[in-house]
């Protein structure tokens, strides 16, 4: 999977996490040839939004990273 794919699955999946609503999105950009960087704002109370993070983290490949950054 290419790191444009893996974006979007991500996004996918934050999406559809109980209790976390995806409230706004950019283009995923890239970064360079291997990496992609995908911006999305989410609402939800911050145990959801950590819950639906650590789910997603537990699947992603070997570097492949997400993070949470509070605005």
Do not use: C, F, H
């Amino acid at each position: 999977m290419g790191p444009a794919a893996l974006a979007v699955r991500v996004a996918t999946a934050l999406a559809d996490a109980d209790g976390v609503d995806l409230i706004s999105s950019e283009p995923p950009s890239n970064r360079d040839e291997n990496t992609v960087q995908l911006d999305l704002a989410v609402q939800g109370a911050p145990d959801a939004v950590a819950a639906a993070v650590e789910s997603i983290r537990s699947g992603m490949p070997k570097g492949a990273s997400i993070e949470i950054v509070e605005n």
